[in-house]
């Protein structure tokens, strides 16, 4: 019998929200402790759904990504995400045996469509849930931020369209103000709280283990374009090196890296690397690309130290698909209960 793999990453993902105005001293929005829940996570996507309004543009409306298909399921939250490329080549297909072609050529706003399925279960452990994303051109875990993001912006706005149009409905989204500040007529003032997700790639616990038998020697956030961390930097300042303390490291390694990972992507930047002497006190080095799911050449499976794991079918899967799949959703819950024992 034939086997048909596909990959699948391991993911935390987590809330927070802001308010707009409410600002550190450094003048960053203040990550305040989400007013959503996992469950109204789901309900507010579903709500964009369910208006024909889960889905999101880019490159000049020539690349879409869209919830295909979403769906409660025991323990956990399903997603089909469809990604629609109208911008590329157009495509062939041959019969290996018979030598036969065929060619496929595509309207200026059509191409070739690839789905990821999505499950988020709904436990949480360590204040994140598990996510499960299924490996995907295009839907790296940057851009996975960036739309379920957009879902999030557009459920805002679908809330505040239905507290002004339907009578006694309330703005779920709307509460008091994070710090009580008050109005001209010294009432706390009514603020709409924006959510976001955040989305971290699961490390491997082989690199914890190889950490922990030696020792840490220095850690480092680097950005390959300086000026987009907000600073002015010179043209020919090609890279700039952020050293981290490692201290923390030595006792909670586990959580440090991650935590240090998530800062390097608020602050922009785009690879963590650690410096560690193993147990045979030999001195090596590990990279961390931020977008650690990124469809480029880089290698996935050892240099980035992704908790990746293999999914084996026993048919021939399609690259897209109209609804959710139970047989591959059940295939990539299997991946969780091996990865338990």
């Keep these: 019998m034939s086997e048909y793999d596909r990959y699948v990453f391991f993911c935390q993902f987590s809330m927070y929200d802001t308010v707009r105005k409410y600002k550190n001293v450094k003048g960053?929005?203040?990550?305040?402790?989400?007013?959503?829940?996992?469950?109204?996570?789901?309900?507010?996507?579903?709500?964009?759904?369910?208006?024909?309004?889960?889905?999101?543009?880019?490159?000049?409306?020539?690349?879409?990504?869209?919830?295909?298909?979403?769906?409660?399921?025991?323990?956990?939250?399903?997603?089909?995400?469809?990604?629609?490329?109208?911008?590329?080549?157009?495509?062939?297909?041959?019969?290996?045996?018979?030598?036969?072609r065929k060619s496929m050529?595509?309207?200026?706003?059509?191409?070739?469509?690839?789905?990821?399925?999505?499950?988020?279960?709904?436990?949480?452990?360590?204040?994140?849930?598990?996510?499960?994303?299924?490996?995907?051109?295009?839907?790296?875990?940057?851009?996975?931020?960036?739309?379920?993001?957009?879902?999030?912006?557009?459920?805002?706005?679908?809330?505040?369209?239905?507290?002004?149009?339907v009578k006694g409905m309330v703005n779920p989204f709307v509460h008091n103000h994070p710090i009580s500040e008050r109005d001209s007529k010294g009432k706390v003032k009514k603020v709409v709280y924006r959510p976001h997700v955040s989305i971290d790639a699961v490390i491997n616990p082989s690199f914890f283990d190889a950490m922990s038998k030696g020792s840490i020697s220095d850690i480092e956030l680097i950005s390959d374009e300086p000026a987009s961390a907000g600073m002015d930097f010179p043209d020919n300042f090609k890279s700039w090196v952020v050293k981290i303390d490692k201290e923390p490291a030595t006792d909670n390694l586990r959580d440090y890296i991650p935590r240090v990972l998530t800062q390097g992507r608020d602050f922009k930047m785009h690879r963590l690397k650690v410096r560690f002497t193993d147990e045979h006190n030999v001195s090596k080095t590990q990279n961390f690309e931020l977008d650690g799911l990124s469809d480029t050449s880089s290698d996935l499976f050892g240099d980035n130290c992704i908790l990746i794991k293999r999914l084996v079918l026993s048919s021939r899967p399609y690259a897209s698909y109209e609804s959710l799949d139970e047989n591959i959703i059940e295939a990539m819950k299997g991946l969780v209960e091996n990865e338990k024992t």
């Design 28 to 100: 960053a929005p203040v990550k305040i402790d989400s007013k959503l829940n996992l469950e109204s996570f789901y309900k507010h996507v579903k709500s964009v759904f369910d208006e024909d309004r889960a889905f999101k543009h880019f490159s000049n409306d020539k690349k879409e990504l869209r919830v295909q298909d979403i769906a409660e399921m025991g323990d956990s939250y399903s997603f089909l995400i469809n990604y629609t490329e109208a911008d590329g080549s157009h495509h062939a297909s041959r019969d290996i045996a018979e030598g036969e």
């Design 105 to 165: 050529q595509y309207e200026p706003t059509e191409g070739p469509e690839h789905s990821a399925h999505v499950i988020i279960y709904k436990a949480i452990e360590g204040g994140t849930h598990l996510m499960l994303i299924e490996k995907m051109s295009g839907f790296p875990i940057t851009k996975a931020i960036v739309f379920f993001n957009a879902m999030l912006r557009s459920a805002v706005a679908l809330a505040k369209r239905q507290a002004q149009n």
